[in-house]
């Protein structure tokens, strides 16, 4: 890159902001689909050879190249469900059964303005991080390891996996408006904090993001998940020997999640600015989604336009789901916050919250946290660190105990 290239990057940088116009994105140099492995090599994938590529994207990330301005004008058109329910954080019981029966639900109003404030800010400063780290030859950004070009994850991002070192996020964990509906969509409040992260996409990102789940649901048969699905109003059937049939089983697996994401929109998700597509109803199913390939066109239009600015969707995380093109002027980033469902151990969490940061919070915060929060005077190993190359965040979360 030039030094002028570097001046101006610098500049685009100290102004980032995450809701209205930037000039940052849109690089020309990122051929479509080129992703990074862990050290940072370079693969262009247009020919389908890695898995993620998405094979109908645009041939040049330029905003006005003719290929993007027909895909803007398809989507101004369709991109979008129609009819999409955005509930109150009144409507709890209502939010709580579109969840249930979608697998997903979106709710207006989840932050106070002051709250989106801060988190738009924590996601400025955290992504100004990222992109400060100069791309290959003349490229303006260098890409998330796995990702496609101009998306990166805040979590992946991070050398200790999660954001809940920073008030930003770990401040979200306990929310007037968002605990009554998690406490009705778990059927307890006994639910665990799994880690806290989300994602996000610069404009430019002009190719889909595969759909898929976030997690494999074993879909064991515990007696803690029985009685979860019983709090929420499953009656338990039984066949002829005795054993609870198979409606009933369905049942237990629809309605007891094992995990639940709430992502929080940063600014109004448009037909144009990378809405999230959510799939209804595809909560338990056991297929495979399709591949980018063979996705069928209603799917790519699956999206939430609509959901504003402060609002969020509750997503349990099994839904299939995927991220969709950024063909405006504005970044689109989705903080999140992840829970366990109740009946889970404390096997595999990792302790990521620093105890000065859990300290700060409320007792219900502190209570769901209990897994997460690291021994005091104990700093997570990476947290801190932001880098977009998985063997740069290895190094970082072994390099010491304190990286601050
Ligand atoms: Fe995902």
């Known amino acids: 890159m030039t030094e002028t290239n570097k001046r101006k990057l610098h500049s685009e940088l100290e102004g980032l902001i995450v809701h209205g116009e930037t000039p940052v994105g849109w690089d020309e140099n990122t051929p479509p689909n080129e992703t990074l492995d862990q050290y940072g090599n370079l693969s262009a994938s247009n020919r389908g ?23 803007r004008e398809h989507l101004r058109q369709h991109n979008g469900i129609r009819g999409l329910e955005i509930c109150e954080p009144t409507e709890i019981k209502r939010a709580a059964r579109i969840f249930h029966r979608d697998g997903f639900v979106v709710v207006a109003d989840l932050l106070n303005a002051e709250q989106l404030a801060r988190w738009r800010e924590g996601c400025a400063r955290a992504l100004r991080d990222i992109l400060s780290i100069s791309g290959q030859g003349n490229r303006k950004y260098i890409g998330e390891t796995g990702r496609l070009p101009h998306r990166y994850g805040y979590g992946t991002s991070s050398a200790s996996r999660q954001m809940l070192h920073d008030l930003a996020w770990a401040s979200m964990v306990d929310l007037p408006t968002t605990t009554p509906i998690l406490i009705e969509i778990f059927g307890s409040s006994d639910y665990r904090l799994w880690g806290s992260g ?57 309605m007891a999640a ?21 799939l209804p109803g595809t909560h338990t199913v056991q297929q495979p989604p399709p591949t980018s390939a063979d996705e069928p066109e209603w799917m790519r239009l ?15 995380v099994r839904t299939w789901h995927g991220a969709t093109p950024n063909l405006s002027r504005e970044v689109r980033a989705l903080p999140n916050v992840e829970y366990a469902a109740p009946s889970r151990s404390s096997e595999g969490f990792k302790k990521t919250m620093p105890h000065e940061i ?47």
């Open 49 to 71: 050879v890695v898995p993620v590529a998405d094979p109908r994207s645009p041939s040049r990330r330029v905003y006005d190249d003719p290929g993007v301005e027909a895909l």
């Open 198 to 254: 989300g994602d996000l996409c610069l404009p430019g990102a002009i190719e889909y993001q595969h759909l898929h789940s976030d997690g494999k649901d074993a879909q064991h048969l515990s007696e803690s998940r029985i009685k979860r699905a019983e709090a929420l109003g499953v009656e338990l059937k039984t066949d002829s020997e005795g054993n609870l049939d198979v409606p009933t089983l369905k049942l237990i697996m629809e």
């Open 258 to 278: 094992p995990s639940v994401t709430i992502n929080f929109v940063m600014s109004d998700l448009t037909w144009e600015n990378g809405p999230i597509r959510q």
């Open 302 to 316: 699956s999206t939430l336009v609509g959901a504003p600015a402060g609002a969020g969707v509750f997503r349990d």
């Open 358 to 404: 859990w300290e700060t919070l409320t007792p219900h915060a502190q209570k769901v946290c209990e897994f997460v929060k690291a021994e005091p005077g104990v700093w997570p190993p990476g947290a801190g660190v932001m880098h977009p190359l998985a063997s740069k965040r290895a190094e970082a979360s072994k390099a010491s105990d304190r990286v601050l």
